[in-house]
């Protein structure tokens, strides 16, 4: 070959490795899979698996057969999708939990055919734009990395049942996750700056089978939400803030409805205009809103004398 080889026995179990035959050979930089049970291996289950095979980047696509429907590097080392993902056009299933990767190509957006794609335990602040346009993604586990947003797009991914983004960073959910109809298993939890919950989730045709939606830091929920979802949130205070927007400019000020320790919030008089300003919301605003002393009351606030009345208008001009 001219070049020197270094290889390496997969250390994955004999189910991972076609009986132990597989092996990983290093031929200058790159990375390919080889070893006499390979063809066996893989004509029986159109499946490309090493798994904890210590891999420290992906694979040479040239070495994996174009037909193969499952890609499984999970337990491994690496660092980066790379733009040669696009030739393996057949894939059904990419799984790459556990790894340290940081960077997906936006070439992954080709692959048409996926249904599932797991990047369980990566190193992920974002996620490439084209993955939401897999129309066929049934099951997206992204939990357990660093995500802080997740896009309205995600509301194109109409035919998704698994949705897993617990354990990341995530602000805000965007109201577009209503338009995921098919969702029967959701993990939102342990986001500790996730302070609300779109109220379009309440739109789903039924709730999701399997849902955790606990140890967030909400600050404000939608009375409905907390009817619907009391058990999956968790521990969170009560009596949780409800919202009463003004209709005539979609104002973000809200009324008390007395001035007791516990206060109540009234109805908000549109809660989907409510939820899309809410949530769009920086959490500076969010936070500046929920306990902001001075905002209004008026309507709801007993007569007083003319002279506190004055001082009332004052304080909210």
């Known amino acids: 070959m001219g070049k020197s080889m270094k290889i390496k026995t997969c250390r994955s179990r004999e189910r991972h490795c076609g009986g132990g035959g597989l092996k990983l050979v290093q031929v200058g930089d790159d990375l390919v899979l080889t070893g006499k049970n390979k063809k066996k291996f893989y004509k029986k289950t159109k499946e490309y698996n090493c798994g904890a095979c210590e891999l420290t ?19 491994n080392k690496i660092t980066e999708i790379p733009d040669s993902i696009s030739e393996l056009t057949n894939l059904e299933e990419l799984n790459l939990y556990d790894n340290e990767i940081n960077k997906i190509s936006p ?35 992204l939990d357990h990395n660093k995500l ?30 209503g338009n995921l ?7 939102i939890s342990e986001n500790p700056k996730l302070k609300t919950i779109p109220v379009e989730l309440n739109n789903l045709p039924r709730k999701p089978e399997f849902f955790w939606a606990n140890n967030n830091k909400y600050e404000w929920l939608d009375d409905s939400t907390v009817e619907k979802y009391d058990k999956e949130l968790g521990d969170y205070p009560h009596p949780m803030p409800n919202q009463k927007w003004a209709s005539a400019n979609n104002e973000e ?17 549109n809660r989907d205009v409510a939820t899309k300003i809410f949530g769009y919301m920086d959490t500076s605003r969010q936070t500046q809103i929920l306990h902001s002393g001075k905002t209004g009351g008026r309507k709801t606030r007993r007569r007083k004398s003319r002279k506190s009345s004055r001082k009332s208008k004052r304080r909210h001009r």
């Open 57 to 75: 980047e992906f694979p040479d696509v040239s070495g994996i057969p174009k037909e193969t429907k499952i890609l499984d590097l999970g337990s």
């Open 181 to 187: 109809k098919r969702l029967y298993v959701l993990d």
């Open 148 to 177: 802080t947003y997740l896009p309205p797009e995600i509301g194109n991914l109409t035919n998704l049942r698994k949705l897993a983004v617990g354990n990341n960073e995530l602000v805000f959910l965007p109201p577009e996750i």
């Open 253 to 269: 000020d809200f009324y008390k409805q007395s001035e007791t320790v516990n206060s109540i919030f009234g109805d908000k008089l």
């Open 107 to 141: 070439e992954i957006g080709k692959l048409t055919k996926l249904t599932k794609i797991k990047l369980t335990k990566n190193n992920l602040t974002s996620v490439p734009q084209e993955i939401w346009n897999l129309k066929n993604l049934q099951g997206l586990f």
